[in-house]
């Protein structure tokens, strides 16, 4: 089956610092990333859609000058939280998607962010 | 805009009982649905996916349906166990750009 990896899976930084956040589609081509945030006994929200060569489509209220998305290459794609502060912590996690609408997006184990 | 909601929020049912999870959304227009489990601290384990096409899908104890034209889904668990303990999101998969809107979750506890 297709295996997405994100790195790192936890990470720990000082406020202020800038952290980045890697998905990798290990064994597939993905056109298509996603990322996603979830707060403590929330659900997931999605904060963004990457396509690999195009600018990444931001959800509302989602700030792009502090979460950069970077969809390089249609194996990679990384989020990078710029100027962390306490309350960017939380539990990140990336889908990758085949070509096609109807395929199905395979979801890595997620990056568990703590800023301090 | 796609909405998808879970009920309930929190089931908690003694071991070896069958039982339902429901996932409703708004917007029928939708490309498939997934069920997934998530365990505490931990990432997505994806259990089911239902094309819009499909009606239903088994995999060992669980059975998932779909019934797009009333926007509901429901996830059957038969005979539980408590490893079957986690959260259950629904996630659906609609919309011009294909974005996948995850449900509220519901919140399984399997008491031994």
């Known amino acids: 089956g297709a295996v997405v990896s994100q790195h790192p899976s936890w990470v720990i930084c000082k406020s202020g610092t800038s952290v980045k956040i890697e998905c990798r589609s290990l064994?597939?081509?993905?056109?298509?990333m996603f990322w996603y945030r979830q707060f403590p006994k929330q659900s997931l929200m999605l904060m963004a859609t990457?396509?690999?060569?195009?600018?990444?489509?931001?959800e509302q209220g989602v700030e792009k000058d502090k979460f950069l998305i970077n969809h390089a290459s249609l194996t990679l794609s990384t989020l990078t939280v710029t100027s962390a502060h306490p309350e960017d912590s939380s539990f990140y996690i990336c889908?990758?998607?085949?070509?096609?609408?109807?395929?199905?997006?395979?979801f890595g184990p997620g990056t568990r962010l703590l800023v301090l | 805009k796609q909405e998808v909601t879970q009920i309930p929020a929190a089931l908690s049912v003694p071991e070896g009982e069958n039982l339902v999870l429901n996932c409703s959304f708004t917007?029928?227009?939708?490309?498939?649905l997934q069920w997934f489990r998530q365990d505490p601290g931990k990432g997505l384990t994806s259990l089911l996916l239902?094309?819009?096409?499909?009606r239903e899908q088994t995999s060992g104890r669980l059975n998932a349906s779909l019934d797009k034209s009333s926007g509901r889904s429901t996830l059957y668990i038969a005979a539980s166990q408590p490893g079957d303990s986690a959260t259950y999101l629904c996630?659906?998969?609609?919309?011009?750009?294909?974005?996948?809107?995850f449900g509220t979750g519901t919140k399984l506890q399997v008491i031994p």
């Open positions: 889908s990758a998607r085949r070509q096609g609408p109807r395929g199905t997006q395979y």
């Open positions: 064994d597939f081509q993905a056109t298509t």
């Open positions: 990457s396509n690999e060569g195009s600018k990444a489509t931001y």
């Open positions: 917007d029928s227009a939708i490309y498939n």
């Open positions: 239902i094309q819009s096409s499909q």
């Open positions: 996630a659906v998969n609609s919309g011009g750009y294909q974005k996948v809107t």
